[in-house]
């Protein structure tokens, strides 16, 4: 277990060093790019706390939505720093997975039935926020005062800064992506996974192993939400909340792979540079069409790779010693 | 093997329905080995053996629920190895699968509508039901009960109706008996009996050596995935091996 | 009582046909495929704009153009069972869940694509009925009756039909169907057809009230949802009361408040049933 722990830790060491170095060699659309990939990774990786144990949320579209909505609603109206505009996001969103998971929880919800109940939280999240337009601006969005550069309103005009966010929040992400992955809470969840009537049989707690997974995700995800609505400096409902936004977060898990550690954040590369290089290589004269092959790319995807890419590839490293292994007693 | 050799009936071209090493299994697990069988027009046969013998295993071959990995299934001259099970009914070949498996939130009829399915079938629903409901009389007063709701000797009664719906040439038959009480285990020997008189050629697999030797001509003894007996019933019944491990006189 | 609450009411029975119709497809698929297709309410938007093209563009008449569509929506259906459900009927239902909520995405760009983001309109408006002081839409009770119908026929297909029997056995029992002589592919095949033919029909009934654009899918996916799982996921009887019991909160809700508020209330209840009826309305 610890020598496990110290090789997961020096590999993630190592990568951070690498990526830090990013900002001194590339330009700031790069950088732009980069940023998103991170944040939305982590996002991503939020979900697959909870997706890689069966609970498969298409509500965190409400979370990332209220994360991203709470703070800018409170430095604008009450002139709250950020600082503390998050943390009351992230509680919120808490507190929202709290109303939804307990009775799910209680009442076995599982399966198609979670999804969709969760799928629909999505959706009047976002219905919430445009029915509240005179305070959010419905779908029209809203822009945080900005007040140029600054720790107290965390606005950073220039994009090394936020980079350096970013890549700390990720790092966070896939820290706590591990301690779960090898945490005590691990076995159960897995039985639970397995069979929840059985794991109760056997004592899991599976109301508490759930809604602790459940909270920690849903609170990763609106301070993703958050980052992201500071980073743009606009916040719209269709962008980071609704139906939309939860099926690109599932959508992206699943494609690189929720099994894995960095999985998540392979299909943050995937949903952010693939629409990016489309939407550059198509150019304007087709609205859509950049959409479209994303989308035909996803249902493409899901068919063929169901264990996403990282997936894929860890499966092909480990069958090929395995197949050389498998050749000796043959021969 | 004595038994082997008296066992033996000639059946030349006769044969309704042939198995000629048949080798099945569930992913790795291999269930049966080369299980050789023949089963004549009007024959009524039985396949006996311990639990987990594959005596259900050869019925799913059979009738195309699990395929064979190798082997050769040959109905009334025509190769049937890899056909799917719902081509394999049509070519005349019902099976009343262990468990009864009735369709549980159907009422009985509609559970003898589903058995009537095929469009040949269809054509002629009316009499067979009349036929069915003549065989069974209870049935006829629990037409509109849930199937879910009868008790256990109803529903095998069902599954067995259901089952003759299609009009088969050959029934195949997995544990008719299974779970009734001694009374009702008579009682569905004696409709075996009647299905036989009514023409049909029957294969019945079954735990219960004395009874079933009582009905069919011939029988198979399946173990571990392998025939390891096979003859006239009257003979099966005198061989010492049998009475000793499976009659238990 | 409030003539206006009045209407309200009228309204919300009326707009519960068309939902109940949705959710009687959704339930259908679920309940013979035990897939959700997530992107149902995209095939409805798919069905309104064959219609608006086959109208506007190539003026067909409306009644030939939505028996059209009802049949294109159908196909859409089939297509859609053969090229992702068929290869991933083994796989998890997480990933049979996400490859049809891929289809949505895939759907909403293509109607970008093809018809960009305007909102358009058939131009067909139907009139007002006036009884007395109540002023109910001719389109809203057209759908209501055509729903109607459409479910009794539903009923009596699933009850009398060999075909509809075998729908609903094969949701018992999917191994032995074969040995019952049904052939498994062809029923799903079907049963995709109707689902899809419902979703057209839905849509002849909507284009008539609404515009259409890429994203109209997203104002009645979610209560379709919410009404099969209220009802009970596969339960089409459950569904259908659902569906006129959401309507009313939405109806009478956008009376009170607006109309996203109504949505808000609707879900609400959704959650408060949930705790107390957690298998559906009508569970047993
Ligand atoms: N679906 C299955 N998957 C894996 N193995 C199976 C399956 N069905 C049967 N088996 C195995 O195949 C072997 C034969 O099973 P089968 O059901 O044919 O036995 P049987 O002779 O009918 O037994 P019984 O008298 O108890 O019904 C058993 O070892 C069983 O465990
Ligand atoms: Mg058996």
């Known amino acids: 277990m610890k020598n496990e722990l110290a090789r997961r830790l020096g590999a993630l060491v190592v990568a951070t060093l690498l990526l830090a170095l990013v900002p001194l060699a590339t330009s700031d659309y790069a950088l732009h790019i980069a940023i998103q990939i991170l944040l939305w990774g982590f996002v991503y990786t939020a979900w697959s706390l909870m997706g890689k144990f069966g609970l498969v949320s298409l509500g965190h579209g409400a979370f990332l939505g209220i994360g991203a909505y709470a703070s800018p609603l409170l430095w604008n109206y009450a002139g709250l720093t950020p600082w503390l505009g998050i943390p009351i996001g992230i509680l919120a969103a808490m507190l929202l997975a709290l109303i939804i998971g307990y009775p799910c929880f209680r009442l076995r919800v599982v399966g198609h039935y979670f999804a969709l109940v969760t799928l629909a939280l999505s959706q009047v999240a976002l219905l919430t926020i445009v029915a509240a337009r005179d305070i959010t601006g419905g779908s029209l969005g809203m822009t945080p005062k900005a007040v140029g550069h600054s720790w107290y309103a965390l606005q950073f005009p220039e994009k090394p800064y936020f980079y350096a966010i970013a890549l700390a929040v990720w790092v966070f992400g896939i820290l706590i992506w591990h301690f779960v992955d090898i945490g005590k809470g691990r076995a159960a969840l897995d039985a639970i996974a397995e069979d929840e009537g059985a794991a109760a049989a056997i004592g899991v707690d599976v109301m508490r192993e759930k809604l602790r997974v459940t909270l920690a995700s849903a609170a990763l995800t609106a301070f993703g939400g958050a980052l992201l609505s500071q980073y743009f400096m606009y916040v719209n409902p269709d962008t980071l909340s609704g139906i939309g936004v939860s099926l690109q977060i599932v959508f992206a898990a699943i494609a690189g792979g929720m099994y894995s550690a960095l999985g998540p954040t392979a299909g943050g590369l995937f949903t952010i540079a693939l629409p990016e290089i489309l939407r550059v290589t198509m150019g304007t004269n087709f609205v859509g069409a950049a959409n479209t092959i994303y989308g035909a790319l996803l249902v493409i995807f899901i068919i063929f790779m169901p264990r996403g890419v990282i997936g894929l590839i860890e499966s092909r490293l480990a069958a090929a010693p395995a197949r050389k292994i498998s050749k000796e007693p043959a021969a | 093997m004595a038994a082997d050799q008296n066992g033996q009936r000639s059946l030349g071209e006769g044969a309704m329905l042939t198995l000629c090493n048949i080798s099945a299994g569930y992913g790795s697990f291999r269930a049966l080995f080369d299980v050789s069988l023949e089963v004549g027009a009007g024959e009524a046969i039985g396949v006996v053996g311990p639990n987990g013998a594959g005596k259900s295993t050869l019925m799913r071959v059979i009738s195309g629920m699990l395929r064979a990995s190798s082997g050769e299934l040959v109905f009334e001259g025509r190769p049937l190895t890899h056909v799917p099970a719902h081509r394999i009914v049509e070519a005349g070949i019902a099976h009343v699968p262990e468990h009864r498996r009735l369709f549980a939130r159907l009422t009985v009829e509609e559970n003898l509508r589903i058995g009537a399915f095929l469009p040949q079938a269809r054509r002629h629903y009316v009499e067979r039901s009349e036929w069915v409901y003549a065989l069974f009389p209870r049935l006829l007063e629990r037409r509109r009960q849930l199937a879910g709701t009868l008790s256990g000797g109803e529903q095998q009664m069902v599954a067995i109706g259901r089952a003759l719906m299609s009009k088969p040439k050959l029934l195949l038959m997995d544990e008719p008996s299974a779970g009734l009480a001694p009374l009702v285990v008579d009682q569905v020997f004696d409709l075996v009996r009647r299905i036989r008189e009514e023409g049909y050629t029957v294969l019945i697999v079954e735990q219960n050596l004395q009874q079933v030797l009582d009905v069919v001509d011939r029988a198979y003894l399946l173990e571990v995935g392998r025939i390891r007996l096979s003859g006239l019933s009257a003979e099966l019944k005198k061989n010492p091996a049998i009475r000793k491990a499976y009659i238990g006189l | ?284």
């Open chain 3, 1 to 284: 009582m409030d003539i206006y609450l009045f209407e309200a009411i009228i309204n919300g029975i009326l707009l519960g046909g068309v939902l109940a119709l949705l959710a009687l497809g959704l339930n259908l698929i679920f309940g013979v495929i035990d897939v959700v297709w997530i992107c149902y309410a995209e095939l409805v938007m798919c069905g309104m704009y064959m219609i608006f093209w086959l109208h506007s563009f190539f003026g067909w008449p409306i009644l030939l153009a939505s028996f059209a569509a009802i049949l294109g929506v159908a196909g859409l259906g089939v297509l859609l069972h053969l090229l992702v459900i068929s290869p991933i009927l083994g796989s998890a239902p997480i990933n049979q869940l996400l490859a049809t909520g891929g289809m949505l995405f895939f759907l909403q760009s293509l109607a970008t694509l093809l018809f960009g983001t305007d909102f358009r309109n058939i131009g067909v408006r139907l009139p007002l009925i006036e009884l007395g002081d109540i002023f109910i839409s001719y389109s809203r009770l057209l759908a209501f009756g055509t729903a109607l119908i459409g479910a009794v026929a539903l009923y009596l297909f699933l009850s009398r039909t060999y075909l509809g029997i075998a729908m609903r056995a094969i949701a018992q029992d999917r191994e032995i169907m074969g040995l019952m002589g049904v052939d498994q592919r062809r029923v799903y095949l079907i049963t995709s057809a109707v689902g899809g033919a419902l979703a057209g029909l839905a849509a002849c009934l909507l284009v008539l009230q609404y515009d259409v654009h890429p994203f109209i899918g997203l104002s009645f996916g979610p209560i379709t949802f919410m009404i099969c799982v209220l009802g009970g996921l596969g339960n089409m009887i459950g569904g259908f009361i659902a569906a006129f019991v959401m309507s009313q909160i939405i109806a009478v809700g956008g009376y009170y408040f607006s109309i996203e508020i109504s949505y808000v209330l609707a879900f609400v209840f959704f959650i408060v049933l949930m705790f107390i009826r957690p298998q559906g309305l009508l569970a047993r």
